[in-house]
């Protein structure tokens, strides 16, 4: 069974980057299309970016372009998330998720598998 396991967040200055890991075991994770969801205090879950099965093809919310970038590594059964130009907004529990039918990949309920999140705090 697809375990994914998030790891790279944490506190960082409005402007700042950090990069997220998606780590899986369980499975190959050349099947599946990866998203990155993100829930901030109070608020939906909200579709960040995703990535093809085939690495070919991504996707990314409004509030993200051109400050994020996804990518993946099948060699490492990794996919990243580039965050970039961090915004006190973007303060949320970014989770990871799989599925092997997506059709986009910014809706949450277009996956079956999802990791446990952790957290990412943009702060001055």
């Known amino acids: 069974q697809l375990q994914l396991v998030e790891s790279g967040g944490g506190l960082v200055q409005p402007g700042g980057s950090l990069r997220l890991s998606c780590a899986a075991s369980g499975a190959p994770l050349d099947r599946y299309t990866i998203g990155w969801i993100r829930r901030a205090p109070g608020k939906e879950r909200e579709g960040v970016s995703s990535i093809s099965d085939t690495g070919r093809t991504t996707y990314y919310g409004d509030a993200v372009k051109g400050r994020f970038a996804i990518s993946r590594d099948d060699a490492k059964n990794t996919v990243y998330l580039q965050m970039s130009s961090l915004k006190p907004e973007d303060t949320a529990d970014y989770y990871c998720?799989?599925?092997?039918?997506?059709?986009?990949?910014?809706?949450?309920?277009?996956?079956?598998?999802w990791g446990h999140g952790i957290q990412v705090t943009v702060s001055s």
């Open positions: 998720a799989a599925d092997t039918r997506v059709l986009y990949g910014l809706d949450p309920i277009e996956y079956r598998n």
